[in-house]
């Protein structure tokens, strides 16, 4: 079974606006760590921002903020003011052990 | 800012021979991991390491594989006599401590292509 989805494969924003990229995770514990990574074409991983399972705020970083919804089971990225260069793949993660991703979805900023 | 390291960038070799990979992890921390991304998939978990131990491995990680720290600053993957389907970019991460709460920090990755 899936335990991270990341339903868009691909999405489109026009440069300056806001954009929410979609993520499920699936887990019966109950500490756990959401991330989500950038991977640019270079094909680095870069981490974005960080949720806990028991942060009751909704975790932000600059332009990066995380729409956590724990009973839902969702933590969406949204990225305010979308720059050319935030176009890349945006990988959602769930830590409990190890880091487990999901699929990715391809963010292109349009100009 | 302190960062994960890789070497090489690319490799390229022929199917059944050995490959090393290595990385440098941030110097405070203390778990160490690799993991592969074939080309247009998923990044996917081999093992962890700590305290010159594997402390979890994935399916992916059999005997062809193996993890050392040779020395206090190095952590090296050998893939014994590799396969096509080794192609992949393969990733160092570490961490300061085990647990949900922890980010893990990627280097820059290794693109390894078997021909």
């Known amino acids: 079974a899936q335990k991270i989805t990341q339903t868009q494969p691909g999405m489109f924003v026009q440069e300056k606006e806001a954009v929410t990229l979609d993520c499920t995770y699936d887990t019966s514990d109950q500490s756990y760590g959401l991330f989500w990574y950038k991977q640019p074409s270079s094909g680095e991983m870069i981490f974005l921002i960080y949720q806990g399972s028991y942060d009751e705020q909704n975790a932000t970083e600059g332009r990066y903020s995380l729409n956590f919804q724990k009973a839902r089971k969702s933590a969406n990225l949204v990225i305010s003011a979308s720059q050319l260069g935030d176009s890349a793949m945006y990988f959602c993660a769930m830590r409990e052990w190890q880091l487990t991703f999901g699929s990715g979805t391809q963010l292109t900023v349009l100009p | 800012e302190p960062e994960v390291t890789q070497t090489p960038s690319h490799q390229v070799t022929q199917m059944g021979q050995e490959v090393i990979l290595r990385c440098v992890p941030i110097s405070n921390h203390l778990y160490f991991y690799w993991y592969r991304q074939i080309l247009g998939q998923k990044v996917e978990f081999l093992v962890s390491f700590y305290n010159n131990e594997i402390s979890e491995k994935s399916e992916i990680f059999d005997d062809q594989f193996s993890v050392e720290r040779p020395d206090g600053s190095n952590f090296t993957l050998k893939i014994r006599s590799t396969k096509l389907e080794d192609s992949a970019m393969y990733f160092c991460?570490?961490?300061?401590?085990?647990?949900?709460?922890?980010?893990?920090?990627f280097g820059p990755g290794t693109r390894l292509l078997v021909l």
């Open positions: 991460a570490s961490s300061v401590s085990s647990g949900g709460a922890e980010t893990q920090y």
